[in-house]
């Protein structure tokens, strides 16, 4: 058989069949259903309260039109207005702004001390931590009880500075009361501050207190260069978080002074209460309440993009 016969007779080999090039997942191809579940738990929580509360703060929806709530008259801005002109917004605002940024000015500086102070082992140091934590994880209830009953006219704090030979006072009335409030904040606030300082600490690497310390650095040195970068992060966001808290703290102010609060003492959230459920005015309450949203979120955007407060990224971006 010759050569040339040989490769008529041999088969065509079979070409395989072309293959699908799998498309890299990126952010933009991935599949949105996968967001369904946590979208859904998003509007059910907060969109639809948020649009129910627009749609109430546009009707004049009171203790007469409550029954039939949905053809209550519509009244538009008019309670936005109203809210601004006729009523205490705009002081509870500022009452609610200077005690929430002197509560958080007060409690930095305890909890990042309480902090250091706690950081290196020493006998008893877990009964220490112990004790710190308990203002912070009793109820806000509690909380506010026993304070109350301790600043009575008639209770311990008078006594005590009686018999000191001091003066007593009216500390749940008057302009003393914003100074109480704002301490009855700072002891049960301050361990917050505490524990995102602690772990701050705790991701202070060992070789760099070795290094400082073959360095021959000063206490105030090391604290200074050393740790207080590495808290930058933890007690920007702790400071954060903080300010937050105490501008919406209702239950303080609310078992402390009741409702109505005193003047000097009127914040955000005791404000809103009042008007919905003490004047029965709920479409005013929930115009304030939205005014209160605004009062809050402007602030926190502009502070956001002014504090980094992903120090991952900054490092990386550094290496």
């Not at 605002?93 to 020493?122: D, M, Y």
């Not at 650095?217 to 300010?243: D, E, H, N, Q, S």
Request: aromatic share 12%; charged share 10%; glycine share 8%.
């Amino acid at each position: 058989m010759t050569k040339k016969a040989a490769n008529q007779r041999r088969l065509p080999a079979a070409t395989p069949p072309p293959t699908r090039r799998r498309r890299p997942v990126s952010e933009r191809s991935r599949p949105l259903w996968l967001l369904t579940p946590g979208g859904l738990l998003i509007g059910l929580i907060i969109v639809v309260p948020l649009l129910l509360g627009i749609y109430i703060s546009m009707l004049q929806l009171d203790q007469y039109t409550i029954r039939k709530w949905i053809s209550a008259p519509f009244v538009g801005l008019s309670n936005f207005v109203e809210a601004f002109t006729g009523t205490e917004l705009l002081h509870a605002f500022g009452n609610s702004v200077a005690f929430a940024v002197i509560a958080t000015v007060i409690t930095v500086p305890i909890g990042v001390f309480a902090a250091l102070a706690t950081q290196n082992a020493f006998r008893g140091r877990s009964l220490v931590r112990s004790v710190f934590l308990i203002p912070y994880v009793l109820p806000s209830f509690v909380v506010g009880t026993f304070w109350r009953t301790m600043l009575q006219p008639d209770g311990i704090i008078n006594k005590l500075l009686n018999g000191a030979g001091l003066p007593s006072g009216q500390w749940l009335s008057g302009p003393a009361s914003f100074w109480v409030l704002i301490l009855v904040e700072v002891w049960a606030a301050w361990p917050f501050i505490y524990l995102m300082a602690l772990s701050g600490l705790q991701s202070v690497d060992q070789e760099v207190h070795e290094a400082a310390a073959v360095d021959g650095a000063l206490w105030w040195t090391k604290l200074r260069y050393v740790i207080f970068p590495y808290l930058r992060g933890p007690v920007a966001l702790a400071c954060l978080i903080a300010t937050l808290h105490h501008m919406n703290n209702f239950s303080l102010a609310f078992i402390l002074f009741g409702v109505p609060a005193p003047v000097d003492v009127q914040v955000l959230p005791t404000l809103v209460y009042s008007m919905s459920f003490t004047s029965l005015r709920f479409g005013m309450g929930a115009a304030m309440a939205l005014l209160s949203l605004v009062f809050i979120a402007l602030p926190l955007y502009f502070y956001l993009r002014a504090v980094k407060l992903d120090t991952g990224t900054e490092s990386g971006a550094k290496k």
